[in-house]
């Protein structure tokens, strides 16, 4: 059975361009409810430590520099098959292949600006949930 959470980031790219309202509102129309959000910035060390699975990566130092950049919003929200049905909703990383409507194919720039971070799967989004909010942050 799939979970029924997800987490989210709302990326600098689509932070600085003024998307967060609209992104918002896309994951609302899709069903989800927003359980915990927060507007913050990651330190350099802070994105580091998020995405260590990439550490190994010839991106990782670019992804790393990104995601310092700026403000995000990150976010964890609830819906039955959560993780599925969100990465269907934000689309391909590469902007370019995302499906008509996706929130990638409508605010990302590029595949390493791509608007919105999305969970892989059940695992990682407790994982990914748990490493900017504490339990206690977020409300059903």
Not at 11 to 20: E, L, Q, S, T, Y
Not at 24 to 29: C, D, F, L, M, T
Not at 34 to 53: D, H, N, P, R
Not at 82 to 106: Q, S
Request: proline share 3%.
């Amino acid at each position: 059975m799939s979970g029924n959470i997800t987490f989210t980031m709302i990326k600098p790219d689509a932070v600085k361009a003024g998307h967060i309202g609209d992104i918002r509102a896309r994951i609302n129309y899709a069903g989800f409810k927003i359980i915990a959000m927060k507007y913050t910035k990651l330190s350099a060390e802070k994105a580091g430590e998020f995405y260590a699975v990439h550490k190994e990566r010839p991106f990782y130092g670019e992804l790393v520099d990104f995601m310092s950049s700026g403000p995000i919003v990150a976010a964890v929200l609830e819906k039955d098959n959560a993780v599925a049905d969100f990465r269907k909703l934000i689309g391909a990383t590469n902007p370019a292949e995302a499906a008509e409507g996706t929130i990638r194919a409508l605010y990302a720039k590029s595949i390493g600006e791509n608007a919105v971070h999305g969970a892989d799967s059940d695992e990682n989004a407790k994982i990914e949930a748990s490493f900017h909010f504490a339990g206690t942050d977020m409300h059903k």
